[in-house]
């Protein structure tokens, strides 16, 4: 089962330095439909104004991985950790028993980024959060772990959870095939170009929302970046 879910029909906010559009329910928009996608809770695109951004706040057990598509952005946290995330780049926090951060986009033009919250297999336990570059030519053709806490994954950011998160970039006409555990679900969305995905038909920030499938084969109907999230029931 693949449900397509068009970009226009996502719910979304405009507080003038950030417009956001919501995959799943969120702040102020509400859809008990759209609660959640296994163990993924929140997936928003978001376009953060130059010079602008999250001022300090709080988050407690919860996975947040930040996936950068244009710009950067500058995470600083109560434990001291400070790092600037660049275009294609990857950030996870572990929130955790607490942590407080902030998120700032202190570059001339506008960041665009993916938020992805995914529930922690536990409760509790330290704060923590790192990033890493992910070269696009690494994931050129073929999915590649950017995130995961799932047995065998090695060189990736590590979650506390049974769930990955996976990019790839295909130029047109080209391929990629993901496989996919029967029981699991999966949300994929391309963050530039379109895509068929077992033959429907995804464009640039539709999502799909995929369970039931063991097998994900993706055609690049242009140049195109996706990022697919693999998450336990």
Known sequence: MI??????????????WLKAKHHFSFASYNDAKRMGWGALRVWNDDAIAAQT???????????????VREGAITHRDNLGNEGRTVAGDVQVMSAGSGIRHSEYNL??????????W???????????WG????????????????ASGMQGDTDVLPLRTNSRVLGATLKAGETARYTLDKQRYAYLVPAKGAVEINGVRLDERDGAAIRNETTLEVKALEDTELVLVDTSP
Do not use: W
Request: proline share 14%; no cysteine.
């Open 3 to 16: 449900e397509r879910r068009p970009f226009n029909s996502l719910g979304g906010a405009d507080h003038g």
């Open 53 to 67: 951004g999250f001022p300090p706040h709080p988050h407690a057990d919860m996975e947040i991985i930040t996936y």
């Open 107 to 116: 570059e001339p033009d506008t960041t665009r980024i993916f938020q992805i």
């Open 118 to 128: 995914i529930i922690p297999d536990e409760s509790g336990g330290a704060p923590s």
């Open 131 to 146: 990033s890493k570059p992910f070269p696009a030519g690494e994931r050129s053709g073929r999915f590649v772990a950017l």
